[in-house]
Nanobody, 126 residues
Framework: QVQLVESGGGLVQAGGSLTLSCAASGRTSHSVHLGWFRQAPGKEREFLAGVSWSNSDSWYAVSVRGRFLIWKVVHENTVYLRMNRLNADDTATYYC???????????????????WGQGTQVTVSA
């Protein structure tokens, strides 16, 4: 499995930006996909963006495409999520997750991912 630790959450004003980090350790040497999810109170956990560890593929949920950016720095074993033009609806706990390499080339479902971080809180104030 892969161990994941998120950081970078906090309080930000509406319209502002924030960058989250996800430090990966463990079995990162084998091909995995890393993704970002979020969960707001009373809502289901939703996929935001994903990136492949071993190639240049990245993919996004329609709801955040063009506003969020995911990228990886392999030598740091870290995946980042840049979030722009934040609004109150972006308030949630944000999670990093890892999916094993397999037939799903761009995983986005919860069940595709088998390792999760503890989450980092993002609060957007009006």
């Amino acid at each position: 499995q892969v161990q994941l630790v998120e950081s970078g959450g906090g309080l930000v004003q509406a319209g502002g930006s924030l960058t989250l980090s996800c430090a990966a350790s463990g079995r990162t040497s084998h091909s995995v996909h890393l993704g970002w999810f979020r969960q707001a109170p009373g809502k289901e956990r939703e996929f935001l963006a994903g990136v492949s560890w071993s190639n240049s593929d990245s993919w996004y949920a329609v709801s955040v495409r063009g506003r969020f950016l995911i990228w990886k720095v392999v030598h740091e074993n870290t995946v980042y999520l840049r979030m722009n033009r934040l609004n109150a609806d972006d308030t949630a706990t944000y999670y990093c997750a890892a999916a094993p390499w397999g037939p799903v080339t761009k995983p986005s479902r919860l069940r595709d991912f088998d390792s999760w971080g503890q989450g980092t809180q993002v609060t957007v104030s009006a």
